[in-house]
């Protein structure tokens, strides 16, 4: 559609205007170009049958050439301009190797043969483009997933408008069983909603008041509103969007190897086409039409079509894969070095933990229940907004507990907070708060250091009356992943800035072979390059923030919970959209699974080129059959084989 000049119409317009995150037209082929390359294989299909029959059948021969002609102006033109484009700027392609077999099939009188070598090629070019085309769909699926316009309240009325006219902090509603068309908070109302989309989830999740929801995720039921926090070039979807483009660029070792072999391969098999053409005739006395012919059937079948695609398609089909997977790989490279992985490194915090604080145990001394100390400690922490504070207070709310009265409240940075609730002074934090001629019950809090609790102690004054220990939840599908890896023989340790108590025992609990505790980020990064020179092969999982430099220096870096993270997506080289670390494993899987199709892909390619080069030089195939066989099927089983990575259970 135009862009409109007149600024007061694309206004009372703006549920029409588009932008570049919604234009689908961008990302897919327009209907009359995927209509083309089908009416030309129609067209030529008739023109060949009917000059074969008429050649063959009736002796027709200058009007079947006429018609094999035709065929050849038709289906080859393309192929014909860019071989010949490629000669004169002295680069050596694909197209140059048809022309050259299709022109000496011609000028030998093969016009039957000459004809079909660029009708078959046109379809084996029509079958990679086919390959190309689940890549832009890929992306052209993501875009379709939120939807181009919003409903949004304006003046108190619900007004439609396209979603790039919604500005941030404006209200949208979201209807039972509509998508939400941009990401935001929910202010209103209570449904389940289906994020399969972004985070690769299968069990829709409950959003309330407070709660974040993404663009293309859908409602399955229930009323919300929802107050925008990105624009729509903003959202998580548009930003997936932009790595799986991204993501289809980066080329894997592998891929760039056989991009760098091609460019040798065709001058080399145009001179060893030269000499089976000219040796034998000459040197030998042979039929130079028979020698000439199989060195045009060495041409055909030479071109490196399925050999060339047989490690893209097969990257962007795992890319794919992945992202339908809620795993989003930002290149081939990533998918290549992730099989290879020897040693895995995890982040303590917000990677094998929930990274949210559980109260775990509640000590009463001194006469005081509790209950008691729950609800001094509560009222207290009600002030403040430190995470000790909010794990507490999620405590309590599950209880009947009430809070009391905080009268001249103070919070000491780094230690604690007092207060006077009944006119009694209370104290809430850890020991460097309180005076050093205080007798802690040392044991207690021993105990729980070595349990890899946090202990907090609550006083009365100068006497102790209780304590409170909090431990970071370990995540549920912790303990099953790194024993899938030690499975897999791959080596795992936890990094953490914790203390060596609550590094054993999470370590301990979990499983893993090793643990570094009391880091800062630029140790972690020094630990990282430790194992590299030990195991050359290191990934690495963390949150995509704090861990950003160590996640730099792996051979692979995976964020956790991309769907929160803005910056774990722009800096890892892959994010998991869920906060899911099983999915570590499937990415090895994938990994593993997508270099096995590679490897086939190659071999197979390899070997039956190998195969007909033979052949075409005894005379044992035809110029139709190398393209038919030796290129075209051989690409049509190359893609297939390929698209079955992301269709089959890994």
């Given at each position: 559609?135009?862009?409109?000049?007149?600024?007061?119409?694309?206004?009372?317009?703006?549920?029409?205007?588009?932008?570049?995150?919604?234009?689908?037209?961008?990302?897919?082929?327009?209907?009359?170009?995927?209509?083309?390359?089908?009416?030309?294989?129609?067209?030529?299909?008739?023109?060949?049958?009917?000059?074969?029959?008429?050649?063959?059948?009736?002796?027709?021969?200058?009007?079947?050439?006429?018609?094999?002609?035709?065929?050849?102006?038709?289906?080859?033109?393309?192929?014909?301009?860019?071989?010949?484009?490629?000669?004169?700027?002295?680069?050596?392609?694909?197209?140059?190797?048809?022309?050259?077999?299709?022109?000496?099939?011609?000028?030998?009188?093969?016009g039957a043969e000459g004809a079909s070598v660029l009708f078959l090629y046109f379809i084996a070019e029509f079958l990679e483009d086919y390959a190309s085309e689940r890549a832009r769909n890929s992306i052209g699926a993501l875009v379709k997933l939120a939807p181009e316009t919003a409903l949004v309240i304006r003046d108190g009325k619900n007004i439609k408008v396209h979603a790039h006219a919604v500005q941030v902090d404006e209200i949208i509603v979201v209807k039972p069983g509509d998508k939400i068309p941009l990401d935001g908070e929910v202010t209103k109302g209570v449904s389940s909603v289906n994020q399969a989309a972004i985070t690769g989830e299968s069990i829709a999740v409950t959003k309330s008041v407070?709660?974040?929801?993404?663009?293309?995720?859908?409602?399955?039921?229930?009323?919300?509103?929802?107050?925008?926090?990105?624009?729509?070039?903003?959202?998580?979807?548009?930003?997936?969007?932009?790595?799986?483009?991204?993501?289809?660029?980066?080329?894997?070792?592998?891929?760039?190897?056989?991009?760098?072999?091609?460019?040798?391969?065709?001058?080399?098999?145009?001179?060893?086409?030269?000499?089976?053409?000219?040796?034998?005739?000459?040197?030998?006395?042979?039929?130079?039409?028979?020698?000439?012919?199989?060195?045009?059937?060495?041409?055909?079948?030479?071109?490196?079509?399925?050999?060339?695609?047989?490690?893209?398609?097969?990257?962007?089909?795992?890319?794919?894969?992945?992202?339908?997977?809620?795993?989003?790989?930002?290149?081939?490279?990533?998918?290549?070095?992730?099989?290879?992985?020897?040693?895995?490194?995890?982040?303590?915090?917000?990677?094998?933990?929930?990274?949210?604080?559980?109260?775990?145990?509640?000590?009463?001394?001194?006469?005081?229940?509790?209950?008691?100390?729950?609800?001094?400690?509560?009222?207290?922490?009600?002030?403040?907004?430190?995470?000790?504070?909010?794990?507490?207070?999620?405590?309590?709310?599950?209880?009947?507990?009430?809070?009391?009265?905080?009268?001249?409240?103070?919070?000491?940075?780094?230690?604690?907070?007092?207060?006077?609730?009944?006119?009694?002074?209370?104290?809430?934090?850890?020991?460097?708060?309180?005076?050093?001629?205080?007798?802690?019950?040392?044991?207690?809090?021993?105990?729980?250091?070595?349990?890899?609790?946090?202990?907090?102690?609550?006083?009365?004054?100068?006497?102790?009356?209780?304590?409170?220990?909090?431990?970071?939840?370990?995540?549920?599908?912790?303990?099953?992943?790194?024993?899938?890896?030690?499975?897999?023989?791959?080596?795992?340790?936890?990094?953490?800035?914790?203390?060596?108590?609550?590094?054993?025992?999470?370590?301990?609990?979990?499983?893993?072979?090793?643990?570094?505790?009391?880091?800062?980020?630029?140790?972690?990064?020094?630990?990282?390059?430790?194992l590299l020179v030990e195991y050359e092969h290191v990934g690495m999982v963390g949150d995509g923030v704090n861990d950003a430099p160590a996640l730099a220096r792996s051979n692979v870096g995976v964020a956790m919970g991309a769907a929160g993270s803005d910056v774990a997506i722009e800096t890892a080289d892959i994010s998991l959209m869920h906060d899911d670390i099983s999915k570590v494993n499937?990415?090895?899987?994938?990994?593993?699974?997508?270099?096995?199709?590679?490897?086939?892909?190659?071999?197979?390619?390899?070997?039956?080129?190998?195969?007909?080069?033979?052949?075409?030089?005894?005379?044992?195939?035809?110029?139709?059959?190398?393209?038919?066989?030796?290129?075209?099927?051989?690409?049509?089983?190359?893609?297939?084989?390929?698209?079955?990575?992301?269709?089959?259970?890994?």
């Amino acid at each position: 559609m135009p862009e409109k000049n007149d600024d007061k119409t694309k206004l009372e317009n703006e549920e029409f205007y588009e932008c570049p995150y919604c234009t689908i037209n961008l990302m897919e082929e327009k209907e009359s170009e995927r209509r083309t390359p089908l009416i030309i294989i129609t067209i030529s299909t008739i023109i060949l049958a009917l000059g074969l029959y008429l050649g063959f059948i009736l002796g027709q021969q200058l009007i079947s050439q006429i018609l094999f002609l035709a065929v050849a102006a038709i289906s080859g033109y393309e192929t014909i301009k860019y071989g010949i484009l490629s000669i004169l700027k002295g680069r050596f392609t694909i197209s140059i190797l048809i022309t050259i077999a299709a022109v000496g099939a011609f000028s030998i009188g093969q016009g039957a043969e000459g004809a079909s070598v660029l009708f078959l090629y046109f379809i084996a070019e029509f079958l990679e483009d086919y390959a190309s085309e689940r890549a832009r769909n890929s992306i052209g699926a993501l875009v379709k997933l939120a939807p181009e316009t919003a409903l949004v309240i304006r003046d108190g009325k619900n007004i439609k408008v396209h979603a790039h006219a919604v500005q941030v902090d404006e209200i949208i509603v979201v209807k039972p069983g509509d998508k939400i068309p941009l990401d935001g908070e929910v202010t209103k109302g209570v449904s389940s909603v289906n994020q399969a989309a972004i985070t690769g989830e299968s069990i829709a999740v409950t959003k309330s008041v407070g709660d974040e929801v993404f663009a293309g995720t859908i409602t399955e039921e229930g009323y919300l509103e929802v107050k925008v926090t990105k624009r729509s070039d903003e959202t998580v979807i548009s930003k997936i969007i932009e790595l799986v483009k991204d993501s289809q660029k980066r080329k894997s070792n592998t891929e760039a190897f056989i991009d760098r072999f091609a460019g040798y391969y065709t001058p080399m098999v145009i001179v060893l086409a030269m000499i089976v053409a000219i040796v034998p005739p000459f040197i030998w006395g042979l039929s130079f039409d028979t020698w000439f012919y199989r060195a045009l059937v060495l041409l055909v079948v030479s071109c490196p079509c399925a050999l060339a695609i047989s490690t893209p398609v097969a990257m962007v089909s795992g890319i794919t894969a992945g992202t339908k997977n809620g795993v989003l790989i930002k290149g081939g490279e990533y998918v290549e070095e992730m099989q290879n992985t020897k040693i895995m490194v995890f982040d303590k915090t917000g990677t094998l933990t929930e990274g949210k604080l559980k109260v775990t145990d509640i000590i009463s001394l001194n006469g005081y229940s509790k209950d008691e100390i729950l609800q001094i400690a509560a009222s207290l922490e009600s002030k403040s907004k430190h995470p000790l504070a909010e794990a507490v207070l999620r405590y309590v709310e599950e209880s009947e507990i009430e809070f009391m009265d905080v009268n001249d409240f103070e919070s000491i940075p780094g230690k604690g907070l007092k207060g006077k609730i009944n006119d009694k002074e209370f104290y809430i934090g850890t020991k460097s708060l309180f005076k050093e001629n205080i007798k802690f019950p040392d044991d207690l809090i021993e105990n729980f250091e070595i349990q890899g609790k946090t202990t907090i102690i609550v006083s009365e004054q100068e006497h102790i009356i209780g304590l409170i220990s909090l431990m970071d939840t370990i995540r549920d599908l912790s303990k099953s992943t790194i024993k899938e890896l030690k499975n897999r023989n791959i080596k795992t340790v936890m990094l953490t800035g914790d203390n060596e108590g609550t590094a054993h025992a999470v370590a301990y609990e979990i499983g893993v072979d090793d643990y570094y505790a009391n880091l800062l980020p630029e140790d972690k990064v020094k630990v990282v390059d430790g194992l590299l020179v030990e195991y050359e092969h290191v990934g690495m999982v963390g949150d995509g923030v704090n861990d950003a430099p160590a996640l730099a220096r792996s051979n692979v870096g995976v964020a956790m919970g991309a769907a929160g993270s803005d910056v774990a997506i722009e800096t890892a080289d892959i994010s998991l959209m869920h906060d899911d670390i099983s999915k570590v494993n499937y990415l090895i899987d994938l990994s593993k699974k997508t270099m096995d199709v590679v490897k086939e892909n190659v071999s197979v390619s390899i070997l039956v080129k190998t195969s007909f080069a033979i052949l075409a030089v005894i005379g044992l195939i035809t110029l139709w059959m190398a393209v038919a066989f030796g290129d075209m099927g051989l690409s049509l089983a190359v893609i297939l084989n390929s698209i079955r990575i992301g269709r089959n259970r890994i």
